[in-house]
């Protein structure tokens, strides 16, 4: 089995380097929150009565992230479209946010289409591609992906999330720029104990099927490191939220006899006091059924710093993860697959 503090064996498994583009997550926030600076929108992209974040799979990053983090923040609501067409009350009184890293993706870019014909307030996230261009008479946010060395898509977190975050930020809906220098700090300072404690909950879920359970504000960060386990991982994962999932998924760990889950839960000193009491009562529940347990307790003294965090642990692990099974965590076989095959006659 692989070392994982041997970076030249880590190497021969991983060509494309997601382990530098894993490393470079700060870079990545530090970067896409200067570039925004020179954003600047038309007053009229704050009197919108709703927001629509369109993105698939990575690109969606950020507006799962700001759902969780910022509903009790945000006065309008804000919807994650994963779909080809905008939700039937998308008008010219809403702010549609077009997100995709590459700028190919299909259904983004369909999206795009319809905020145009809607005369919807439009803006963007990207570094570059068809939606780059349909983007460039617009305020949106266009990025050159340099601390991305492995060149894929998913692995740009820090650009996509921040990135979401930073245009939140600009049109004025939120007020962050104190607190995100702060979060970006600390997640420097604590990278080197976040990859240690990383490679020590890798060796405990090798051979498992990991459940993510998180609450409130790290919400957004269970849906992203379900999706990391999947990619990255090649390894079956989900996720559930309390307080929903005490309401019914705790009755389905008793069948089958032979399943091999795991649960872990991201826990954090800023929850809700209920969050938290459900989360030791839980625990206790997942142990009486014979499922083994773990747990992440986020590192951070505010939400965003948790966030951040947490997303910095999520992709140590999930990296991790790959190598033990020897695998290149770059590839995503089946993905490219159905891509290529999904418009064939």
């Known amino acids: 089995m692989i070392d994982l503090n041997n970076l030249e064996e880590i190497k021969k498994l991983d060509p494309k380097n997601v382990y530098g583009s894993t490393e470079m997550l700060a870079d990545q926030c530090d970067q896409i929150w200067e570039d925004s600076k020179i954003l600047k929108f038309p007053s009229n992209y704050k009197n919108v009565q709703n927001i629509i974040i369109c993105g698939m799979g990575g690109s969606a990053y950020g507006g799962h992230v700001s759902l969780s983090l910022f509903k009790d923040k945000l006065n309008i609501p804000l919807y994650v479209n994963t779909d080809y067409h905008l939700p039937n009350f998308a008008n010219e009184n809403s702010l549609v946010i077009l997100t995709s890293y590459s700028g190919s993706t299909e259904e983004s870019l369909s999206c795009a289409k319809e905020a145009f014909e809607r005369n919807t307030k439009v803006t963007g996230l990207t570094s570059g591609g068809k939606l780059g261009e349909l983007l460039n008479s617009k305020p ?204 064939k006659a």
């Open 140 to 343: 949106a946010l266009v990025f050159n992906p340099k601390f991305n060395p492995s060149g894929q898509p998913r692995l740009g977190t820090g650009y996509i999330v921040l990135g979401t975050l930073a245009i939140l930020n600009r049109i004025g809906f939120l007020n962050l720029d104190d607190e995100i220098r702060n979060a970006i700090e600390n997640l420097k300072s604590s990278q080197n104990e976040i990859k240690e404690k990383a490679k020590d909950l890798t060796q405990k879920l090798l051979n498992k099927i990991p459940i993510i359970f998180s609450g409130d504000f790290l919400e957004g960060n269970a849906h992203i490191m379900r999706n990391q386990f999947n990619e990255t991982s090649k390894n079956f994962s989900a996720f559930s939220v309390l307080p929903e999932l005490n309401h019914h998924l705790m009755e389905g760990l008793k069948n089958p006899k032979n399943h091999n889950l795991a649960v872990l839960f991201l826990n954090s000193n800023l929850y809700p006091e209920i969050i938290q009491k459900r989360i030791k009562l839980t625990k206790d529940v997942v142990s009486k059924n014979g499922v083994p347990y773990f747990e992440y307790k986020a590192i951070g003294e505010t939400e965003l710093s948790q966030v951040l965090n947490v997303l910095s642990f999520g992709g140590y692990l999930t990296l991790y993860l790959a190598l033990l099974y020897g695998l290149d965590p770059s590839l995503i076989p089946w993905v490219d697959f159905f891509k290529e095959n999904l418009h």
